[in-house]
């Protein structure tokens, strides 16, 4: 029952590999994200999908693709991972508009590590 | 890019007493919100204060929001060793979901 699920949990790869992080919510909402934790705990905010339409992408590396299936769903695959890549990920997704009072709900965050 | 600036950085109470945090940011919002992060989880969701409210409370917290100043401020009351997290504040400038963060205040309650 847990309301935004990701996964895997951990991760330790390669430099140049290809992985993929997997997210789902199932709260009804239209709109999901992705984030990355650095070590000094910034939040960066790197893409956004309201109902499968993509509308935030900051300036990340395009080794970095979102996927969202259907609004329930979005993954995230990196190609080539570099050392840097290394950070916590953060899947979180709220419904814009109403119920705006309950904020973001977010997932428990997949740990990558690239060595 | 960060928006909201948490003071202080970091907090270290007793048990039992009030933690205050604040956020300061720089252009107009819609909304500001207060986010805890526990060690190695996601971050949950406390509260939220619409611009045209100065004060909401839910259990121990409270928060003010000063729109001439841009800032708010967290209140913990009666701070309880499970407190002990990380804070950020983030501010929506419009709709939903363009929230600007924070750096973060980590708090940590001596028991």
């Known amino acids: 029952d847990t309301a935004v699920s990701q996964t895997p949990k951990y991760l330790v790869t390669q430099m140049g590999n290809d992985k993929s992080i997997k997210c789902e919510q199932n709260?009804?909402?239209?709109?999901m994200y992705w984030y990355k934790q650095d070590s000094k705990k910034f939040l960066k905010i790197m893409f956004s999908?309201?109902?499968?339409?993509?509308?935030i992408n900051e300036t990340v590396p395009n080794r970095f693709s979102p996927k969202s299936p259907d609004k329930a769903h979005l993954n995230l695959h990196i190609n080539s991972l570099e050392l840097g890549d290394s950070a916590v990920y953060f899947c979180?997704?709220?419904?814009?508009?109403?119920?705006?009072?309950?904020?973001?709900?977010f997932g428990s965050g997949t740990r990558l590590t690239v060595v | 890019s960060q928006q909201g600036e948490e003071d202080p950085q970091a907090l270290s109470i007793q048990e039992g007493e009030n933690a205050t945090m604040n956020c300061s940011y720089k252009?107009?919002?819609?909304?500001l919100q207060w986010y805890r992060q526990n060690s190695g989880r996601g971050l949950v969701h406390l509260i939220l204060?619409?611009?045209n409210e100065r004060e909401k409370h839910s259990g121990r917290l409270r928060v003010t929001l000063d729109t001439s100043k841009k800032s708010s401020s967290l209140l913990i009351t009666a701070s309880r060793a499970a407190d002990t997290a990380s804070y950020f504040c983030?501010?929506?400038?419009?709709?939903?979901?363009?929230?600007?963060w924070g750096a973060g205040t980590k708090l940590i309650i001596k028991p």
């Open positions: 979180a997704s709220s419904q814009e508009g109403r119920a705006l009072g309950n904020g973001y709900t």
């Open positions: 709260l009804g909402h239209d709109t």
């Open positions: 999908y309201n109902n499968k339409e993509l509308i």
């Open positions: 252009t107009s919002i819609n909304n």
């Open positions: 204060i619409r611009s």
């Open positions: 983030a501010t929506g400038p419009d709709s939903n979901y363009q929230l600007i």
